[in-house]
């Protein structure tokens, strides 16, 4: 669950269907035994804000993103990700299906303790450096921007130029203390988590939010990259015809993520996570392993 996400109004547990320990504004959180399960708010359960329902921006393209963002993190690097089972979409809602991961959030161990995990976090960060593209974005085409970016402009539509050389590098872009998992024993990272708005992009647009408390945005009295990160990413907008072709790359990049595993526990769990219809999970969703 995202650093916001704790921070907004939840509906109150009692009133969940089984298996939900919380919902936010734009997420449904269960736990299965050991397996995990975050998922979009379908339409008919956005919640109803001061100036009327609360759609989430790029609600399903973030848990995509996501899903192929650990897929490709767990090949190519030794950084702690929860184990990805599968992501689906059933009734409008999609699913990312992972491992739960036993631990505390950095958030809530002493302060005395934290210097070693800002030492392994920033070794980490070295690791993602070294992964390098000519296309910005996620590893399946997808481009979600920083959170802290959507507060400074409506659009969600990014379909970006790609470079002639490697210049990019992975960024996570939402490393706050809540979305990282601690061992309670050695405070050594067993996860981190929340990779939606991750993808390469300039070095510069990850910044360190997890040096301090809070949420992965500016707070006051810090230095406001925002608009540095919104100019670059216009400059790369591509024009209307280039965004045909941009799109298409995309759909045929989307058609091409499956999990890496399936277990039986998701199929006797179909019923708790509320999905719609009573049928198998399409088979290129499915590794038997």
């Known amino acids: 669950m995202s650093a916001r996400e704790r921070q907004s109004n939840r509906v109150p547990v009692s009133v969940l269907e089984a298996g939900c320990f919380a919902q936010t504004w734009e997420r449904k959180y269960y736990r299965l035994g050991e397996v995990f399960v975050k998922r979009s708010?379908?339409?008919?359960?956005?919640?109803?804000?001061?100036?009327?329902?609360?759609?989430?921006?790029?609600?399903?393209?973030?848990?995509?993103?996501?899903?192929?963002?650990?897929?490709?993190?767990r090949e190519n690097t030794d950084i702690p990700v929860p184990s990805l089972i599968c992501d689906f979409q059933d009734d409008e809602s999609h699913y990312l299906i992972m491992e739960?991961?036993?631990?505390?959030?950095?958030?809530?161990?002493?302060?005395?303790?934290?210097?070693?995990?800002?030492?392994?976090?920033?070794?980490?960060?070295?690791?993602?450096?070294?992964?390098?593209?000519?296309?910005?974005?996620?590893?399946?085409?997808?481009?979600?921007?920083?959170?802290?970016?959507?507060?400074?402009?409506?659009n969600d539509s990014w379909n970006l130029k790609v470079s002639d050389i490697a210049e990019y590098v992975f960024c996570h872009n939402d490393l706050s203390q809540q979305n990282i998992i601690l061992?309670?024993?050695?405070?050594?990272?067993?996860?981190?988590?929340?990779?939606?708005?991750?993808?390469?992009?300039?070095?510069?647009?990850?910044?360190?939010?997890?040096?301090?408390?809070?949420?992965?945005?500016?707070?006051?009295?810090?230095?406001?990259?925002?608009?540095?990160?919104?100019?670059?990413?216009?400059?790369?907008?591509?024009?209307?015809?280039?965004n045909s072709a941009a799109l298409l790359h995309i759909h045929k990049n989307l058609t091409n993520i499956v999990p890496s595993l399936i277990i039986s526990e998701l199929v006797l769990a179909r019923n708790a996570v509320g999905l719609k219809y009573n049928r198998e999970i399409p088979k290129h969703y499915v590794l038997q392993i």
């Open 41 to 73: 708010l379908r339409p008919r359960e956005f919640q109803i804000g001061v100036d009327g329902p609360h759609v989430p921006r790029v609600g399903n393209a973030r848990l995509i993103n996501e899903a192929a963002t650990l897929k490709y993190i």
């Open 100 to 154: 739960w991961v036993e631990g505390v959030n950095m958030i809530d161990i002493p302060d005395e303790e934290k210097p070693q995990v800002y030492a392994e976090i920033k070794k980490h960060l070295a690791t993602l450096r070294n992964l390098k593209s000519t296309t910005l974005g996620a590893p399946n085409g997808v481009v979600i921007p920083p959170y802290r970016v959507s507060k400074v402009t409506k």
């Open 183 to 242: 061992d309670p024993s050695t405070f050594k990272i067993k996860a981190i988590i929340d990779w939606e708005y991750a993808g390469f992009f300039p070095g510069y647009f990850e910044k360190e939010f997890f040096m301090r408390l809070g949420h992965s945005d500016i707070m006051k009295g810090e230095f406001d990259d925002r608009p540095k990160l919104l100019e670059f990413l216009e400059s790369q907008q591509l024009s209307v015809r280039s």
